[in-house]
């Protein structure tokens, strides 16, 4: 930093990346160099504390919602041989995503049936229960699952699989719970189960970006800067929900210290008594983020997306 | 249909759906019934025989491209310790969608970077060394991979996976050889890999539907219902390519008794010799039916799609 005199340091991310923006502040301090550190929280996850939500956890709840609305359709029409559809859901030890997909359900026949949170123990035999009350109610079951689910003794279901999805850096790799769950069904229940498993695209959807997202995204940078430049630093930029009937969201700050590793799960009063599904706090609070269609450039047919020309910086 | 006075049938769907549509008309022949028996081709599959393409795969098509392009961008982000992610696509024994995702890579270094076709036998030596060459090459690999891929002896990929992936009518359900490649890259080669399955969302994602995939799909429709009314039967509608720089379709009708049950794979010609990606012509072939945007209605940041009231035809 000194050699390049660079005097503001944004860094954009989730809880990891606010813990590494916390480490560079105090280094800032201990070596009297005179750097604003800024947080600007941006995670599909929603998991970063003291900020109503994450800028990037609107577009991916639209794609999420959207994608369960439509493969919802799909489903009902392939309930007489294929029964059970599972999708997965990232967010690691929340379930902000697999919440969202609440926002599809329109009417009592519409997807998602069941939503299984990492926030809550899962249990198997609820599972098995659960699924044969939606199939005789209604055909079928589509049901959303996070990525992160626990068993009672809080085993990860991703770790159930045989493969081992741990990296040669020791990294838990999830994203086998509905794989697993999939298995289950067909092995235990006799039933036909297919699963989807979105990933990557979860983060990078941007055809279906919502709008409000969009423009929150833009005022956490502006203001990130205008915080810098007004002499701020150590701090992560948060979005605060006005109160009133309209949504609003304003931005404040927060010390990285009190963010940097820590995540915030959704709270068990939004979820159901049964574990299985979201109550009306839940659809409230994610409902506003998704509203507003972006339409983004296209060329030849397909999204068109800007890239950055790196420039190196010169010595100073 | 005697008994509720139907005098025309028609059948929308891809080969079983034209065997059946085939077995009704031949049905109406011997009963002596004037049934007009028309097949509409409607398959993200795209392997109907004497149709230049299906209704349904250009909008399968431009989600699958989309898909790739924006999950290519979040995957290079990673290559540093998330080398290999693969995408699995549908279609049966064909490779029609895989090959499709050609269509998102504008540059050397974008993805997909690999291309596995059900029409050439896959090995595991050569995929290997392929996905050797590519991390090599560019730092990390984007594969995209048919669900139908078979070895040299002719088995499936989707069957090497441990759990029996065949329901209580015997149909074999495919859709594992994404998670079987992701298994042996981990296993075999060290490195991390994860898979995107987007299953059943390629065949209802119509929020990115293409705009002549739409104009078509509402010609063949309405051609249909003309060539019933002039006496038409036994046939299924096809989409004719006519010659020329600007593309263009128009529809004629093939016997139904030729397409059922018959597939249309993609010529050898079309899939470089190596059989890891496409060549120009499958390029060519594809772009026209990606075009065009389509602006999808939408309420409360949802798109929304016509429900049907099912009607109870009275007795005559």
Redesign the interface.
Known sequence: FRKYKVRYFFYIGGNDSMDTANRIYEASINAKYDLGVIGIPKTVDNDLLFTDHCPGFGSAA?YI???V???G???RG?YE??RV?ILETVGRNTGWLAGASA??RRSSVDPPHLIYFPEVPFSLDQFKEDVKRVCNEIGGAFIVVGEGIRDERGELFSLKN????I???G?V?L?RAG?FLR?FI??EM?L?A????????Q??????I?GVDIKEAQMVGEDAVKYAVNGKSGVMITLIREEGSSYRCKTSTVELSKVANRERKVPRPWINEEGNFVRKEFIQYA?PL????V?VP?R????L?VKLHNYRVKEK
């Open positions: 639209k919602a959207t994608s609305l439509e493969a359709y799909h489903a392939l041989f294929e559809t926002l599809a045989g493969s081992s999805p990296d040669s850096f990294h790799f994203g794989d298995r067909i092995q006799g036909v297919q699963n989807i498993k979105l990933d990557i695209c983060q990078s959807a941007a055809h279906l919502s409902y998704i509203q507003e269609e339409k296209t030849e047919g397909l999204p997306y």
